[in-house]
């Protein structure tokens, strides 16, 4: 598909053209809003549900539909997008070094993140539960997701810094307890596979606040008779958190698996922030936009979107289920 240089979408012209489109289309949604507003009294019920799912319906299949095939029929296509390659896109991501690293960086990131997170948000959720400080405890460790992943990735770049970072001081100060004075500390953020781990800390640090408030709610929602039954049969505390506390916030616990799982499949602005993919740390996120915005490779980037999208798919679906299930037996 070839468009006219001056209507290209970085001209001035180009940008002028998709703002009005923009607003002719936000025009037509407030429009088909206000008539749906007036419809009929003698309309009948279905066709005023269908009346209003129509803006829905419409706006789903331009921002989410649309763009959908879109990719999948890139994926199959070369560089500029013009010759068909197959499956030479996807042949390259399961079999270059390269990418199979970013395969691997992803499932680490797919996996540590919420068992790591999961399990920091429910043993502090279940520690400061009831004590005299627990709000001032929750708000500290929901921080973090109160700001942006960049913000979070720049705080911990600076703790990583070879010169001036918390981590370095650290290893310094051991480094001299020990007797060595003349050690330098590494470059925290270039040596791999280390640093794909000390980037996942930021995210895991970041999501145990989510699923901490999450878990906390759960914890919660136990019925004080059973608790009360628990003790009375002489369950000591690491009795009831095993044998009561985690089977009853079960759900609870696999949503929120589910949900930060999402999450560290999807990550990309803490590595794109700290490392920018550089040193073997590059994820499927990272290096779909690497590819796509900067080597122009239109191809592989729909291709690494796929994937993405393919995977995240069942977990979406798994934790929809959960959510039903848990709702039903509310």
């Known amino acids: 598909m070839s468009f006219d240089p001056i209507l290209h979408p970085d001209t001035t012209l180009g940008k002028l053209l998709a703002m009005v489109v923009a607003i002719l289309l936000f ?17 009948p019920s279905w066709g005023v549900a269908a009346l209003f799912l129509l803006p829905s319906i419409a706006l789903m299949c331009f921002g989410l539909l649309y763009p959908t095939i879109v990719t999948f029929r890139s994926s199959f296509y070369g560089r500029d997008g013009q010759e068909a390659v197959g499956l030479a896109n996807y042949i390259k991501i399961f079999s270059d070094p390269h990418f199979l690293q970013v395969l691997l960086n992803t499932v680490l990131w797919t996996v540590l993140v919420p068992l790591c997170a999961t399990a920091v948000g429910l043993l502090y959720a279940v520690l400061v539960d009831r004590t005299r400080f627990e709000k001032l405890a929750k708000s500290l460790v929901f921080l973090p997701m109160a700001i942006s ?22 290893y310094l100060w051991f480094a001299h307890l020990f007797g060595s004075s ?15 781990f000390l980037l996942i800390l930021v995210m895991i640090w970041i999501e145990a606040g989510y699923a901490m408030t999450v878990l906390s709610a759960a914890i919660k929602a136990i019925p004080d008779d059973i608790v009360e039954a628990a003790r009375l049969d002489g369950l000591n505390g690491r009795q009831q958190f095993f044998y009561m506390t985690i089977p009853l916030i079960r759900p609870s616990i696999v949503v929120v698996l589910t949900t930060v799982a999402m999450a560290g499949l999807k990550s990309f602005d803490v590595v794109r922030t700290m490392t920018a993919g550089n040193y073997g740390t590059s994820v499927i996120a990272n290096e779909f936009y690497t590819q796509t915005f900067q080597y ?6 729909a291709a690494l979107a796929v994937i993405m999208f ?12 959960q959510m039903k299930q848990s709702q039903e037996v509310r």
């Open 296 to 301: 122009q490779n239109t191809g592989l980037g």
């Open 149 to 170: 992943m960049v913000g979070a990735a720049i705080i911990w770049k600076f703790v990583y810094d070879q010169k001036i970072g918390l981590l370095s001081a650290i």
């Open 27 to 43: 025009v037509g949604v407030m429009a088909l809003v206000l008539f749906l507003t007036n419809v009929p009294k003698n309309m």
């Open 182 to 196: 003349d050690v330098q500390p590494p470059q925290w953020l270039m040596g791999a596979p280390g640093n794909t």
């Open 310 to 321: 393919i995977v995240v798919i069942p977990l979406i679906v798994f934790n929809v289920y």
